[in-house]
């Protein structure tokens, strides 16, 4: 037979603050929690009407890479047009990358765009900026020609885009 | 204290709490709501879009922000883009980075322009106040 405890007059009287702070304790803890859950909600909701989409920031820079001249795109020596979407083979090297194009800061770099690029007429030539470690998010693809000495060949030029590597 | 009394400081205390509670939430999201950290950080975003965009394109070119900016100070040089207040603390302020092809620069600070302009000329963006003569660009 289970006998039940009761408590005597003094006994409850002492018990209700104790009972009353212990709930305090749990309370103004699960206060703090809904505070900071209501703060990271309205953060969130802000990030997300600000953010952009990464494709799109990648389309946007790599943008240079088949039309400027400072990275791989032909720039006729004498007349000094520049032909958008014409890669320049003897351009097409990582150097011309760091040195020119497009180069991030070698220690922090990684937190930011790398890229490595591949024509599809040439596989196994890989070229890549200075914090690209293959840790490819997505592929941007873009028809291009190529200009070899004085040939000039069709090619699709692979643009794997790395966006960040903690 | 007699039972009744203490219980009644406890109501007390409990209402006081909830208020002091509902107050404070209601502060953080009428805050957000009321700042404009929201616009400054999409024409910080914009301006870097469009300084990755005409660093790529090769010739001269002027584009226009479609919006009012004279409430804002907007700074440009080689490596980011700023937009803020007159008296913002550093933390309000709205930067974005970017990286420019090598013989590129990039420059330019305005305040209280209603219409910017984003300029490039052939190796040089510029960020200044639109000329009168440069309208539906």
Redesign the interface.
Known sequence: MVKSLKLNKKGESGFEPAKKSIFWIFAGILITLLILAFVMVVVSYTNDLTSVPPKLKAELISLRFTNSPECFAYQDKETGRVYPGVIDLDKFSSDQLDQVCYSPDKKTGHYTYNFAFELENQPGKIIKTNNYFYHDEFTLSREVLVKDKSLFTKDVLKIYVQIKVP | MN?KA?SLI?ILFEIL?VIL?TF??MN??YG?AKSD??LK??VA?DLR?WV??L????GDSVVEYPKNLSAYILSLDNKKVMVMRKDDPELKKAER?F?L????TAEGITEDAARVCLEKTKNRLFLRECRNEESNI
């Open positions: 039972k203490a406890m709490v509670v404070g939430t953080v999201a957000y950290s929201i950080v999409n975003e879009m990755d965009t660093s790529a394109l090769p980075q990286i092809p090598v013989m590129f």
